[in-house]
């Protein structure tokens, strides 16, 4: 019978060394800068389209951008 080969990790390389203090500070930097992406996201869409359609060939005037017709 053929042996069969652990794929478990042993040592350095384990789930101890990626909690170190650097693992810990990119992981809330990025959580923060998710978070703060995220809500730029959802504020800022609206206006952003309402800005390239205010800058777009024909000019249209901000009351026809609005409007539903």
């Known amino acids: 019978m053929a042996s069969r080969v652990s794929s478990k990790g042993k040592g350095k390389a384990g ?4 909690d170190g203090p650097t693992a810990r500070f990119v992981k809330e930097w990025s ?14 869409f609206i206006p952003l389209i309402i800005v390239i359609g205010m800058n777009s060939e024909p000019k249209p005037h901000l009351s026809q951008l609005l409007s539903p017709v």
């Open 15 to 18: 789930r101890g060394a990626e």
């Open 31 to 44: 959580t923060w800068t998710m978070k703060k992406a995220k809500v730029i996201a959802h504020y800022g």
